[in-house]
Nanobody, 115 residues
Framework: QVQLVESGGGLVQAGGSLRLSCAAS????????MTWYRQVPGKQRELVAV???????NYADSVKGRFTISRDNAKNMVYLQMNSLKPEDTDVYYC?????????WGQGTQVTVSS
C-alpha cells in the first residue's frame, strides 16, 4: 500500500533553517509528482511546493525564494529545504502524492518557528 513518512520537523528560531524529508513507498516514485502541504486545525490546507516527475517545481508565493523542493528518485525521497523561516511558517507539514486517482498523505511533521 502507499505509505508516506515525513521527518525533520522541529523547533527553530526565526531566520533559521530546517530540512524536511519524506520517504515514499507503494508507488512508482519516479513517475509521480510529489507535493508538500501545510495545515493546522481550523485552517485551510495550503500547497507549499510541488515537484513533477521531470523535476519542474512550483511554490506558494509565501515561500518563494526561501523554500526549495527536491527529490531523489534512487531513494524514493522528496525533500523540502526551508530557509529564512518566519513565525507564520509554523504549521504541520505533510507530504502528498496522487496515485491511481487517490490522494495520499503522511502523518505530518510539526514545524514551529519562534520569534
Amino acid at each position: 500500500q502507499v505509505q508516506l513518512v515525513e521527518s525533520g520537523g522541529g523547533l527553530v528560531q526565526a531566520g533559521g533553517s530546517l530540512r524536511l524529508s519524506c520517504a515514499a513507498s507503494g508507488i512508482i516514485f519516479s513517475i509521480s509528482s510529489m507535493t508538500w502541504y501545510r495545515q493546522v486545525p481550523g485552517k485551510q490546507r495550503e500547497l507549499v511546493a510541488v515537484i513533477t516527475s521531470g523535476g519542474s517545481t512550483n511554490y506558494a508565493d509565501s515561500v518563494k525564494g526561501r523554500f526549495t523542493i527536491s527529490r531523489d528518485n534512487a531513494k524514493n525521497m522528496v525533500y523540502l529545504q526551508m530557509n529564512s523561516l518566519k513565525p507564520e511558517d509554523t504549521d504541520v507539514y505533510y507530504c502528498g502524492v496522487r496515485w491511481w486517482w487517490r490522494d495520499y498523505w503522511g502523518q505530518g511533521t510539526q514545524v514551529t518557528v519562534s520569534s
